[in-house]
């Protein structure tokens, strides 16, 4: 069984700039969320995609948004990037909206 | 607001001791309680506990959920230098659209 996997594991970005990663779901999942982990943070929600819709959305602003693909892999785009924005970005994916979660090895992006 | 406090926030201890992790939450419509482990960047899934006082049980690691005072512990026995990770803590209160609501972790580090 494929897991979830993310690209790319690295990325240095300046204030401004605009960011796209890039998910690829669990083989037979069709939900992904995504996720920002801070240094020493647990991961906070940023939204969910099922079914190619959003599904729900945490407390981030809309310059962070998303799309699903009929593949079911996923990108999370970042907009005029801020320093606050350096982060673990999880991207997890279920069987359905209510089933365990299973989470990609990240995303570490960095603004300077 | 959905809330996961986990506590101790760090532990120290030697290879062979039993270990107990805590998770205490407060949240508006509880589906389940997941723990993860968390080692460098992926966290992998450990357990999803739904029902209160009954045991999940995986080799040295055990978790039971208590639905009445609103708390979850993790144990670990016979612990060895591999089970160093910070430990998530997360409930599932919307059905999948408010995503995991996530606690700060315990980091453990098990001294040789």
């Known amino acids: 069984e494929t897991g979830v996997t993310q690209s790319p594991t690295h990325l240095i970005k300046t204030r401004g700039q605009q960011v796209t990663l890039r998910c690829s779901s669990q083989s037979g999942h069709n939900t992904v969320s995504w996720y920002q982990q801070a240094l020493g943070q647990g991961p906070q929600f940023i939204f969910q995609?099922?079914?190619?819709?959003?599904?729900g959305r945490g407390n981030f602003p809309p310059r962070f948004s998303g799309l699903q693909f009929p593949n079911y892999s996923s990108e999370l785009n970042v907009n005029a990037l801020e320093l606050d924005d350096s982060a673990l970005y999880l991207c997890?994916?279920?069987?359905?909206?209510?089933?365990?979660?299973?989470f990609g090895p990240g995303t570490r992006l960095l603004v300077l | 607001e959905d809330k996961v406090v986990q506590s101790p926030l760090s532990l120290v201890v030697h290879e062979g001791d039993t270990v107990t992790l805590n998770c205490s939450y407060e949240v508006t419509n509880f589906r389940s309680l997941l723990w993860y482990k968390q080692e460098k960047k992926a966290p992998t899934f450990l357990f999803m506990l739904?029902?209160?006082?009954i045991e999940k049980k995986s080799g040295r690691l055990s978790s039971i959920l208590d639905k009445k005072e609103l708390f979850s512990i993790l144990n670990i026995t016979a612990t060895q230098t591999g089970d160093s990770a910070v430990y998530l803590c997360?409930?599932?209160?919307?059905?999948?659209?408010?995503?995991?609501?996530f606690g700060k972790g315990t980091h453990l580090i098990i001294q040789p």
């Open positions: 995609y099922y079914r190619e819709e959003e599904n």
């Open positions: 739904t029902s209160s006082g």
């Open positions: 997890a994916s279920s069987l359905v909206r209510t089933e365990t979660q299973y």
């Open positions: 997360a409930v599932d209160s919307g059905g999948g659209a408010d995503g995991l609501t």
